[in-house]
């Protein structure tokens, strides 16, 4: 949703943008830069809602207490929050999540449009990532969600989707929806996600040297580098005050990433049970392989599995969760030799950002396997796919061992790697593509 509003103020002068959501995470660094400037054009809402601890032990509750709690919320940020200087054309929400967003926007649009008399109303545009009632457990509930969902949204104005799966099935369950007001938008990766040369993957990595090498065994006698000139990944050699010159460090640890939201639809558990046997494999084979597999992201089941992890005997492969500030996110996915994607659509339909984020930076990633997954990764093509902890190790192990062979080859440079990130040069950009398939969708709905 920042990059829907980032490309909004790129329109010019004339277009304000309103961007409502939860307190928590800081607004990308060109978003930032709007909201700190004097021209005013970028408003942020941030609101945070109460957690009623005692009603989380009945579901049914609980459940109603979040949508009652949400809407009012939602109304107070929609209805007075936004700035009443500038009429409101149009309201983009993200679904999921549906309940009580969807009917919430509606109203709001028909409310504004009496308020504002003989002017049109704003029109509702939804961005489909996912189903909302797919992501509920409980059967009751995702019976009530899926009705509700499927109640309000052809009363949105125009809709957008990640995939054409996704198209396809609102086309089928939703026929009312006209076809020509569905767009597909795949997501892709902005202009900060891209290639580094050697002497930025330094920087970076000298940054997060000392975060990077916690976990590491002492014997990879990373924790004794000097992160000035020497880093996990790179070295620099000084010729004078401005003359450097860098270079990828020979015998360096291969370098895997993963973002994960340590959510029960991403099982982390298979990534660790992957390197386990990948830990394994490099000892029967006598491999001098080594592997620096850093996570990043936040969520309810992160403390778990750190305390897993630390429990974990590894010799070859090394685990390191890290918090990343959102500048520096990218430039670590740059140094990567390849990315792992635990991701499973609760819908079948969606396709994971991390992927796009990944090959933005034309780092091919491994990629749990799942519907619709083969509209973003091509097995072979640009990345591999896996349906289990037995496959993900393999791979992991076909791409990385040649590593061994060119001890000073640069990140994912080397063996089919540097295949899959070839095949990855030339996508498309998210300001291009949004400018050529949400724009429309977004003019037509005013």
Same mark, same amino acid.
């Given at each position: 949703m920042q990059y829907h509003a980032l490309s909004l103020l790129e329109l010019g002068d004339h277009v304000t943008v309103s961007l409502v959501g939860y307190t928590g995470e800081e607004l990308i660094d060109p978003l930032g830069e709007y909201r700190d400037s004097a021209n005013d054009r970028l408003n942020v809402i941030r609101f945070c809602v109460p957690s009623f601890e005692p009603l989380k032990r009945v579901k049914i509750l609980y459940f109603a207490y979040r949508v009652l709690s949400l809407s009012i919320y939602l109304l107070y940020a929609l209805l007075l929050s936004v700035p009443s200087r500038h009429p409101v054309d149009g309201i983009l929400l993200q679904n999921p999540p549906a309940l009580p967003l969807l009917a919430v926007a509606l109203l709001v649009s028909r409310l504004r449009g009496v308020l504002r008399r003989h002017q049109p109303r704003p029109r509702v545009i939804v961005d489909w990532h996912n189903l909302?009632?797919? !992501? *509920? %457990?409980?059967?009751?509930? /995702?019976? #009530?969600?899926?009705? =509700? +969902?499927? =109640?309000?949204? &052809?009363?949105?104005?125009?809709? *957008? $989707? @990640? $995939? =054409?799966? !996704? /198209? %396809? =099935?609102?086309? +089928?369950?939703?026929? $009312?929806i006209p076809s020509t007001s569905i767009s597909v938008l795949y997501d892709c990766p902005p202009v900060m996600f891209e290639a580094l040369d050697t002497s930025q993957q330094h920087a970076i990595m000298s940054k997060l040297h000392d975060a990077l090498v916690q976990a590491t065994p002492r014997s990879w006698q990373l924790q004794s580098l000097d992160s000035t000139n020497e880093t #996990?990944? $790179?070295?620099r050699q000084q010729f004078s005050k401005t003359r450097f010159a860098y270079a990828i460090r020979r015998n360096r640890p291969a370098l895997i990433t993963s973002s994960t939201s340590w959510t029960p639809d991403e099982d982390f558990g298979l990534l660790l049970d992957a390197l386990v046997l990948l830990d394994a494999k490099v000892e029967r084979e006598a491999s001098s392989l080594k592997v620096l597999v850093v996570v990043t992201g936040k969520g309810p089941q992160k403390a778990f599995y750190e305390t897993k992890m630390s429990q974990l005997r590894l010799t070859s492969v090394a685990i390191q969760t890290i918090w990343l500030e959102p500048g520096d996110y990218p430039k670590l996915l740059a140094c990567a030799d390849v990315a792992v994607s635990l991701h499973t659509s609760t819908s079948g339909l969606d396709l994971p950002m991390k992927i796009l984020d990944s090959y933005g930076c034309q780092v &091919? @990633?491994?990629?749990?396997?799942? %519907?619709?997954? %083969? +509209?973003?990764?091509?097995?072979?093509?640009n990345g591999r796919i896996f349906r289990d902890q037995y496959e993900l190790s393999e791979q992991l192990w076909e791409v990385l061992s040649p590593l061994t062979e060119q001890p000073d080859a640069a990140p994912h440079q080397f063996g089919d790697l540097k295949e899959y990130s070839e095949n990855l040069k030339g996508r498309m950009r998210w300001q291009d593509n949004w400018t050529e398939h949400a724009l429309p969708v977004l003019l037509s709905s005013q």
């Open positions: 909302g009632f797919s !992501m *509920l %457990d409980n059967p009751q509930l /995702k019976r #009530i969600a899926k009705a =509700y +969902e499927f =109640y309000f949204a &052809p009363m949105a104005d125009g809709h *957008l $989707t @990640v $995939t =054409y799966a !996704m /198209k %396809d =099935y609102l086309l +089928e369950q939703l026929p $009312t #996990i990944l $790179t070295s &091919p @990633v491994c990629a749990r396997n799942f %519907d619709c997954l %083969d +509209e973003l990764v091509q097995d072979g093509h």
